[in-house]
């Protein structure tokens, strides 16, 4: 057993997203960033799994099926709530309203704790706790804290999140509260609370910091990818259109796609060889867009914070995300596209999701399916690239998890009082 732990152990690397100094991966959370050069670090598995037959061979369900590919050592460190394994949903009358041949829904709503946090957070709790730690915290916008919770309770590790005041769904501060979590609401925006629970995981080694910054969340949201492919019937799909807030969620499906194309997963996903992986388009929110306005000014090193980000799409209210550079890495190395959708366009595709698919997601959410009614109703030159291909959105969190942003914008005639009779109910329905 303990041969097999150090067998595994020698597959993967942690090393510097920009520089690629190498370091050990189980130093992690002593520091969060490149000791060389200060930028983000990622997890690189270095072993050959071309000969590999199948991932099902080794776990069982969901982000777990893929445990080989996942730098967790011992399974005895596995804390789960059965996470991933959600549907990919053709939306037929979707693409038939917008032109499109083929499109998908990948929904995330339907994890343990409603949103695509928990494929990060299964991993990053199982290794927090195999590296001994007994304190988590993130910042969050609301689903990272409600899964972080989940996540730290089962595994009866102590939780600290923070969160923007006042600017984060109610059912999300439900979660966190149910969850039995320690709550800080922060006098400021998200990337003000990120800032502060940064400082104070790097100064105190002791708290294990959970944002999506922590690359052992990254190889647990890759799989979203490896579903995508299977449930494709082992092919990529063409497009993959997904909300963009801090980066770590399109850095995660690129992530996951490119490992599929490059390091010999054919053979244990159909065999893709020959096959280029998706374009990624990264979509935000017009108020707090900056990782799409540096896409539209071409600047690959760089983006510029928006100080006072603004959108109804509170999940995704991020003014400086923390994965900028891997987000537009993904997108630039896909041949894909960021652009940003407006919050009246963002309740529209909320509710076209849900009123035609039966698909309920939080604002946040519905940005791919805005976009992608915005090319279709333009005919622009992006829809003739897309109308014919195979196109799958990520739509990362349950609609019912912030059900008052949708009430804010129901008609007064989509809700009628009538008076308890039969006649009263026959007159409106005539
Ligand atoms: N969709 C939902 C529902 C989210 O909650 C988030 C991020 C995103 C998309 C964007 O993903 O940040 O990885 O680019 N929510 C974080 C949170 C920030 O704290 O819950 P990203």
Redesign the pocket.
């Known amino acids: 057993m303990v041969s097999e732990i150090q067998q595994k152990r020698e597959q993967f690397v942690l090393r510097c997203f920009a520089c690629k100094t190498e370091f050990r991966i189980d130093d992690y959370g002593k520091f969060y960033r490149c000791l060389k050069c200060g930028n983000l670090l990622e997890i690189k598995r270095i072993a050959d799994l071309s000969s590999s037959k199948s991932p099902h061979a080794i776990a069982s369900y969901g982000v777990w099926n893929y445990f080989d590919l996942i730098p967790l050592w011992n399974k005895s460190n596995i804390v789960s709530l059965s996470e991933g394994g959600t549907p990919l949903i053709e939306c037929r009358n979707l693409a038939r309203s917008f032109g499109l041949k083929s499109l998908h829904v990948k929904f995330e709503g339907l994890n343990p704790t409603g949103?695509f946090?928990d494929r990060g957070m299964t991993v990053g709790v199982s290794k927090a706790k195999e590296l001994g730690y007994k304190i988590a915290m993130c910042a969050?916008?609301?689903?990272?804290?409600a899964s972080l919770s989940a996540y730290t309770a089962r595994a009866q590790i102590r939780c600290i999140v923070l969160v923007p005041k006042g600017k984060i769904a109610m059912g999300k501060m439900a979660q966190a509260i149910a969850y039995g979590a320690e709550i800080y609401q922060v006098e400021g925006n998200?990337d003000d609370s990120l800032r502060v629970a940064s400082e104070i995981c790097e100064r105190d080694n002791k708290i294990l910091l959970l944002n999506?910054l922590n690359p052992f969340r990254i190889e647990g949201q890759k799989t979203v990818s490896f579903e995508i492919v299977e449930q494709l019937g082992g092919s990529m799909p063409d497009f993959v259109v997904l909300?963009?807030?801090?980066?770590?969620?399109?850095t995660a499906a690129w992530k996951g796609f490119s490992e599929i194309f490059e390091d010999g997963l054919g053979g244990l996903l159909g065999n893709q060889l020959g096959k280029t992986p998706p374009m990624m388009i990264g979509v935000q929110a017009e108020g707090a867009a900056p990782i799409a306005r540096a896409f539209k000014e071409g600047r690959k090193d760089s983006i510029e914070p928006i100080l006072n980000p603004q959108t109804e799409a509170s999940?995704?209210n991020?003014g400086s995300?923390i994965s900028w550079m891997k987000a537009l890495a993904a997108i630039y190395d896909s041949g894909g596209l960021a652009d940003s959708v407006s919050d009246e366009e963002i309740f529209s595709a909320q509710k076209l999701l849900a009123s035609r698919e039966g698909l309920f997601v939080?604002p946040?959410?519905a940005t791919p399916i805005a976009y992608l009614a915005r090319i279709a109703s333009a005919r622009s030159d992006e829809f003739d690239q897309m109308k014919d291909s195979v196109i799958a959105c990520i739509c990362?969190?349950s609609g019912l998890k912030d059900p008052n942003a949708l009430l804010k914008g129901v008609k007064p005639d989509q809700i009628q009082t009538i008076s308890a009779d039969t006649k009263s109910l026959e007159k409106v329905l005539a």
Do not use: D, L, R
Request: charged letters at 5%; proline letters at 7%; glycine letters at 18%.
């Open positions: 949103s946090k969050s916008t609301g689903n990272t804290s998200f999506s909300p963009v807030g801090n980066g770590g969620n399109i999940a995704i991020i995300p939080e946040a959410s990362t969190g």
